[in-house]
T-cell receptor, first 109, second 115 residues
Framework: RKEVEQDPGPFNVPEGATVAFNCTYS??????FFWYRQDCRKEPKLLMS???SGNEDGRFTAQLNRASQYISLLIRDSKLSDSATYLC??????????FGSGTRLQVQP | ETGVTQTPRHLVMGMTNKKSLKCEQH?????MYWYKQSAKKPLELMFV???????ENNSVPSRFSPECPNSSHLFLHLHTLQPEDSALYLC??????????????FGPGTRLTVL
């Protein structure tokens, strides 16, 4: 079983749509959770950390469900510039990070 | 953005060559990492250095040899690689070490092709 599982997509959505990505992780000892964004042929960049209480940053909302070992990312009012691969990331319990394979989003005009 | 730089950006090498990848971070961080990203696979952690000391080797073959002369520089020495080693090699740094993993900042990567 993969440590971090994500639906690879692609998710093709029109501009202005709301889209949600889900992720499950297998290590119950994980303490830290992140969403990274990776544009085509570029490096991953931190989008947001995910806190137990849930957090919001503009159009982006992240949620964590520890009981189900499940993380989500909601993007409202999608923009063309949101097109990218979104990586779900957790820690290994040893301070290193484990990355999911990513979910590809394509926002269309 | 020049927080983490990597050179070269692209590298083509034969299986008998020896080459080195270089990473430099200008963020004052104490932890540095090497990752491998192959097509359609998640990032794979290779090595972790904290305060110049290697703290993790994720069962990486010995044909990959890391070197960390100081907290700002990280090298990956390559020798007798295989075609399946062709991938994007990403360097990252973080403030670390701390009790929980902190945000990692990535360099642009070196796209390696082994012929």
């Amino acid at each position: 079983r993969k440590e971090v599982e994500q639906d690879p997509g692609p998710f093709n959505v029109p501009e202005g749509a709301t889209v949600a990505f889900n992720c499950t992780y297998s290590n119950s000892a994980s303490q830290s959770f992140f969403w990274y964004r990776q544009d085509c042929r570029k490096e991953p960049k931190l989008l947001m950390s995910v806190y137990s209480s849930g957090n919001e940053d503009g159009r982006f909302t992240a949620q964590l469900n520890r009981a189900s070992q499940y993380i989500s990312l909601l993007i409202r009012d999608s923009k063309l510039s949101d097109s990218a691969t979104y990586l779900c990331v957790t820690d290994t319990g040893r301070r290193a990070l484990t990355f999911g394979s990513g979910t590809r989003l394509q926002v269309q005009p | 953005e020049t927080g983490v730089t990597q050179t070269p950006r692209h590298l083509v090498m034969g299986m008998t060559n020896k080459k080195s990848l270089k990473c430099e971070q200008h963020l004052g961080h104490n932890a540095m990492y090497w990752y491998k990203q192959s097509a359609k696979k998640p990032l794979e952690l290779m090595f972790v250095y904290n305060f110049k000391e290697q703290t993790e080797n994720n069962s990486v073959p010995s044909r990959f040899s890391p070197e960390c002369p100081n907290s700002s520089h990280l090298f990956l020495h390559l020798h007798t690689l295989q075609p399946e080693d062709s991938a994007l090699y990403l360097c990252a740094s973080s403030q670390g070490p701390s009790g929980t993993p902190d945000t990692q900042y990535f360099g642009p990567g070196t796209r390696l092709t082994v012929l």
